[in-house]
């Protein structure tokens, strides 16, 4: 009996490592898209022929996400999706990417975990999408020089294997208020909302919204934009909430920078219009109010980064780019509900940003506190120096 | 006047879950169970409703399912709790991450299978929308006063819990069970009964709670990583507020609503305070209601007498 017992112990620790295995196997499965990833040069043979990369078997590549890519929506798809695009369009193996997810950027112990088996993995490039992920993986560079590291949205960097990369967003969220005040003055209105994550000392959030507001007034000149703002990347409720007190004070067109589409879904329910932002928001539910959505196409950045590094190329430089290089667009204009010739009044616009006669922080730009700004904003600024409104927005 | 019942409309909005939230709750604790598990009962709650609006397109089965899984988590509790005589708070916490945790895996997985977050269509919405009551006088047509019928059963539910227990002699047996168990048992009632029923009833209705906010509060949109980030605290929060009275919770939680989206509606030329302060301010009344109460040292302050306490009847 007691030899039985051992036997039958030993046949389930055997069982428990087999599903251990299995476990980890599918873990590594699961997170890439089998569809992308099976032999991509013959899916793509336009993008391909024309390159004449090749790119080694020994390569690896890993991406480190702040929330799960089965959601299939939002701010961490948005990465993914471009992720993903880049391992097509190069015909990277399934077996050359390593995917990260759910690894909350507040939590340095979780972090460091996920890069280091990244590191093990024998990773040649590392991706890391969120904020705070900037201490650990400057950390991790300076440990292994070998690897280069690249990092969304921060600041840090250093001249050899770390480097940051983020965008232009507020070139698409002008374009995008030509299409909101076209609207507003198609119906005579004159307040839009600006449902904000972030007070005025964010300056990604406070330039969104000053651009967003040029945008209008570029149309129409004495349109106001009311800020509401949550303090909070997601908070749907309160995003809800922001949102239908912005209807209640008259606000006609509602746009925002936070991460649900809460606010739109209101805009739809108060029977006034939308801007929606990350993905297009025009959905079954918003088909009669979302006009338009500043989006971001990050796979330009990973294709670029990827094929530098796999060429021995790549150098560490601060990416910034913007509706010239592709990464800033706008998701498919809604004509059922823009008013008339949007489109083109934003393509005209699109091709001043492009050919550099349209500068969106222009010098000369009002303050809302009146004082002018006698100089063009440089780069520095725009990511890090805005905390101030323009003329005709406030808080409400 | 406009603006008024644009505020109004708000309040009742944000204090609705809260009022589901802090009436299950409460029932709980008159029968002495504290069960600290309401924020994870109300997304189990916000899951299993979502879910089924999404397959049944009925309202009427959305809000079973929500109310049935809410009580079954509510009932493994009861199990633990009344049968096992676990200890209360560490099995109320437990259930909270469990239901935070379980909500966000199906709820992960829902958004896997639909190749997206998931939307109720308006067909669904239109079926649990608000009755809008033009008010007379107000300056705009536009204006009305928003009444959800979700709303109304959970002001419904707390007028009939209150007549239960002051007037029923099941309402006092249950209340015995919660001052003082030993009585209650020596009186012939039975008491693990009585905690089994609240505390799957109170469960059921924490999840209707949760069950407004993925169906109402987020507009039938399927919010990946939840909708209900912590009213099921500020619901725990309310009992105390209200003393244990069914009555008052009406008042208590839509004053609580009244808070939650009071910085949306105070303009910020006529005051700038930082959001934190209005987050603040729901606790902060708290736990002033906590300290004037304990000072009074009444003993018509309203909490169960064997509150958290697990009744053993061999010590007795």
Not at chain 1, 264 to 269: E, P, Y
Not at chain 2, 39 to 51: C, I, L, N, P, R
């Amino acid at each position: 009996m007691k030899k039985l017992t051992k036997i039958l112990s030993l046949l389930l620790i055997a069982a428990m490592l087999l599903a251990f295995a299995a476990c980890a196997n599918t873990d590594t499965n699961d997170t890439t898209d089998p569809t992308t990833t099976a032999d991509s040069s013959s899916t793509n043979p336009s993008e391909i022929s024309s390159e004449t990369l090749k790119v080694p078997d020994d390569f690896k590549v890993g991406i480190l996400h702040i929330s799960s890519v089965a959601i299939q929506s939002g701010y961490t798809w948005a990465h993914h999706k471009g992720f993903l695009e880049m391992v097509s369009t190069l015909g990277v193996k399934e077996s050359q990417i390593v995917v990260k997810d759910d690894v909350p950027d507040n939590d340095v112990t979780k972090t460091k975990q996920a890069l280091q088996e990244m590191v093990d993995a024998d990773c040649d490039l590392i991706f890391a999408t969120s904020y705070n992920y900037m201490n650990t993986v400057k950390e991790f560079a300076d440990e292994y020089p070998d690897v280069i590291f690249s990092h969304c949205s921060g600041y840090l960097s250093n001249d050899k294997n770390f480097n940051n990369y983020f965008g232009r967003i507020y070139e698409a969220r002008y374009l995008s208020g030509i299409a909101a005040g076209l609207k507003m003055k198609e119906d005579g209105k004159k307040i839009a909302g600006y449902v904000a994550a972030m007070n005025n000392q964010n300056a990604e959030v406070t330039g969104g919204i000053n651009a967003f507001a040029l945008g209008i007034q570029s149309v129409l000149p004495d349109a106001e934009v009311k800020v509401k703002v949550t303090g909070s990347w997601y908070a749907p409720e309160q995003e809800g909430a922001a949102a239908q007190a912005l209807i209640d004070a008259g606000a006609y067109v509602i746009a925002q920078h936070c991460d649900t589409e809460n606010p739109q879904l209101k805009a739809s329910d108060g029977k006034v219009f939308g801007v929606g932002y990350n993905t297009d928001m025009t959905t079954e539910a918003t088909k009669n109010s979302h006009i338009i959505a500043p989006i971001w196409n990050w796979g330009v950045y990973y294709t670029e980064a990827t094929k530098a590094v796999i060429n021995g190329t790549w150098k560490s430089v601060n990416y910034y780019g913007g509706t010239k290089e592709g990464l800033i667009g706008l998701s498919p204009l809604n004509t059922a509900v823009a008013a008339k010739d949007t489109q083109t009044a934003i393509d005209a616009a699109k091709a001043k940003i492009l050919d550099g006669s349209l500068i969106v922080f222009d010098k000369g730009l009002t303050k809302a506190d009146g004082s002018i700004i006698d100089h063009a904003l440089t780069d520095e600024e725009i990511t890090g120096k805005i905390d101030y409104y323009i003329k005709g927005v406030s808080l409400l | 006047m406009d603006n008024a019942i644009n505020f109004i409309n708000a309040a009742l909005f944000a204090g609705t879950p809260l009022l589901f939230g802090t009436l299950g709750e409460l029932i709980s604790e008159k029968a002495g169970c504290l069960n600290l598990g309401v924020e994870g009962m109300m997304w189990v709650g916000a899951f299993a409703g979502f879910f089924a609006a999404l397959q049944t397109g009925s309202a009427m089965l959305s809000l079973l399912a929500a109310f049935g899984a809410a009580a079954l988590c509510a009932a493994v509790y009861a199990f633990l709790t009344v049968t096992l005589r676990a200890n209360q708070n560490v099995t109320g916490l437990t259930l909270t991450t469990f239901g935070v945790g379980l909500s966000l895996v199906l709820g992960s997985a829902m958004c896997q299978a639909n190749g997206g977050a998931p939307n109720l269509p308006g067909s669904f919405r239109d079926k649990i929308a608000a009755f809008k009551i033009p008010i007379p006088g107000s300056g705009d047509d536009v204006v009305k006063l928003a009444v959800y019928p979700l709303t109304i059963f959970a002001i419904v539910l707390c007028i009939s819990a209150a007549v239960f227990y002051k007037k029923t002699r099941h309402g006092l047996s249950v209340r015995a069970s919660g001052e003082n168990p030993a009585a209650a048992d020596a009186a012939g009632v039975n008491v693990s009964a009585m905690k089994y029923a609240s505390i799957i009833l109170g469960g059921g209705i924490c999840g209707i709670g949760g069950a407004f906010m993925s169906l109402v509060t987020a507009n039938g949109a399927w919010m990946p990583a939840g909708i209900v980030n912590g009213f099921g605290w500020i619901a725990v929060a309310l009992v105390i507020f209200v003393r244990w009275k069914p009555m008052l919770a009406i008042l208590g939680a839509f004053v609580f609503g009244a808070f939650q989206s009071m910085r949306y509606y105070i303009p910020d030329s006529v005051i700038s305070i930082p959001n934190a302060f209005y987050q603040m301010l729901p606790f902060v009344l708290t736990l002033i209601v906590l300290i004037v109460t304990s000072m009074r040292k009444s003993v018509h302050a309203g909490e169960p007498a064997a509150i958290g306490v697990n009744y053993y009847r061999e010590e007795r």
